[in-house]
């Protein structure tokens, strides 16, 4: 069984970075699809952006793309998001999400993570 557990949330700036951090545990994600999502108060979770197994295809939302970047290190069995120029309404809790599915995308993930808050001011 698969845990995942987000780290690097937390408050910044406008225009500012941070980079969240996915780790799995339990047994290793190499094979799967791996993704993040979001939720603002009051708003549905929504998909940011999500990488195949092997890294080579990645996908974003169109609100994150040029900004956001997905990563993932097979060998430590952790995917991380590297979040640049931030805006207030980037404002959301950050799910880690796992798949079994071969392609990325926005569609319901098996495997979830309790999240992470990050806060953009203005």
């Known amino acids: 069984q698969v845990q995942l557990v987000e780290s690097g949330g937390g408050l910044v700036q406008a225009g500012g970075s941070l980079r969240l951090s996915c780790a799995a545990s339990?047994?290793?994600?190499?094979?799967?699809?791996m993704g993040w999502f979001r939720q603002a108060p009051g708003k549905e979770r929504k998909f940011v952006t999500a990488i195949n197994s092997n890294g080579r295809t990645k996908v974003y939302a169109d609100s994150v793309r040029g900004r956001f970047t997905i990563s993932r290190d097979n060998a430590k069995n952790t995917v991380a998001l590297q979040m640049t120029s931030l805006k207030p309404e980037d404002t959301a809790v950050y799910y880690c999400a796992a798949d079994a599915a071969l392609r990325p995308g926005p569609y319901e993930y098996a495997i979830w993570g309790q999240g992470t808050q990050v806060t953009v001011s203005s």
């Open positions: 339990g047994r290793t994600v190499s094979n799967y699809t």
